[in-house]
C-alpha cells in the first residue's frame, strides 16, 4: 500500500475498496466511522478500507472458508478486543473485530454511523477526484474502440483507420467516421456532427454521457487509477 509497493496490486486494490465501501458490509460501516472522524481527508478512511480487504482476504485463505457478510454485526462498534484466539472461523471474525479497534472510538456519535449514512455509489462518484491526463495515459484508443464494439466496423490496416460515426450513424452506414490509432484521436468529417477528441471525449459521445462522468465510467470500466497514486493525494 505504500509508495514502495507494487503500483499495479495498490491500483487493483484501491479499485477493489471504491466497489467495497459501497457494497461489503465489513468495510462499508469502517468507512463510515474513519470518515466521522477525518471528514475533510476521506483518503485516509480509503486506506484504512483497503488494509480491512488484505484482512478479510488472508482470513479467507487461512480458513479456507468463504465470507460470511452475516457472521458478525459490522454496523455496531467494537468496545473491547478480543483475546481468544482459535483456528476456526470465530477467530476469523475476532481478528477482524480487534482491526477495527484503532480506528473506532467507543463513543456514542459512532453508533450514529448507521446504513442511511453511509455512502453510496453515486455520492462516492460525485467527490472522486478525477485527474483527466492520467485516466487517458493508462487508457489507449484501441482498447476504448473494441469495448465499443467498433474494431471490426472500422476499415484500415495502418494507424489510420475509418467507418461509420458512431455517434450520429445509427445506420452503421457512410465513412466519415476517422480514428488515428498512433495519435489516440477520433474525428467526424460530417457537417452535422463534427464530433472530435480523444478517448475520454470519444466515451462521453457514444454513450451520451459528460466529461467527467464518462472518465468515471472509464476508470470503473477498464479498472483505472483515478489519478496518480501518490502519498500526498492519497492522504490529503
Known amino acids: 500500500m505504500s509508495k514502495r509497493g507494487n503500483d499495479l496490486v495498490r491500483r487493483y486494490l ?12 465489513a468495510v462499508r460501516p469502517l468507512y463510515a466511522r474513519v470518515v ?18 488484505l484482512h478479510l482476504v488472508f482470513a479467507v485463505w487461512k480458513t479456507g472458508k468463504p465470507f460470511d457478510p452475516n457472521h458478525y454485526p459490522w454496523e455496531k462498534p467494537t468496545h ?25 472510538p467507543a463513543q456514542k456519535e459512532v453508533i450514529a ?3 442511511p449514512s453511509i455512502p453510496h455509489e453515486p455520492k462516492e462518484q460525485a467527490n472522486l477526484s478525477i485527474d483527466f491526463a492520467h485516466v487517458k495515459r493508462q487508457l489507449s484508443m484501441q482498447r476504448v474502440l473494441d ?14 483507420r475509418k467507418g461509420a460515426c458512431p455517434i ?29 477528441g480523444d478517448v475520454i471525449d470519444l466515451w462521453a459521445s457514444v454513450n451520451g ?28
Not at 450513424?169 to 489516440?184: C, M, P, Y
Not at 479498472?223 to 501518490?230: D, F, G, K, N, Y
Open 147 to 160: 469495448q465499443l464494439g467498433l474494431t471490426a466496423k472500422l476499415r484500415g490496416s495502418g494507424p489510420q
Open 113 to 115: 454511523a448507521h446504513a
Open 209 to 236: 454521457m459528460s466529461l467527467r462522468e464518462a472518465a468515471i465510467d472509464l476508470v470503473h470500466t477498464f479498472s483505472l487509477e483515478p489519478r496518480p497514486m501518490t502519498t500526498e493525494k492519497r492522504h490529503g
Open 14 to 25: 484501491w479499485m477493489a475498496s471504491l466497489t467495497a465501501i459501497c457494497h461489503n458490509p
Open 80 to 104: 473491547v478486543a478480543v483475546a481468544t484466539t482459535t483456528t476456526s472461523v470465530t477467530h476469523m471474525s475476532q481478528e477482524q473485530a480487534a482491526s477495527l479497534k484503532p480506528v473506532v
Open 168 to 196: 450520429h450513424r445509427g445506420d452503421q452506414r457512410g465513412r466519415t467516421f476517422s480514428v488515428n490509432l498512433d495519435e489516440q484521436v477520433f474525428y467526424c468529417h460530417h457537417a452535422a456532427c463534427g464530433r472530435k
Open 36 to 53: 466521522a472522524k477525518n471528514p475533510k481527508n476521506k483518503g485516509i478512511a480509503v486506506g484504512h478500507a483497503m488494509r480491512k480487504l
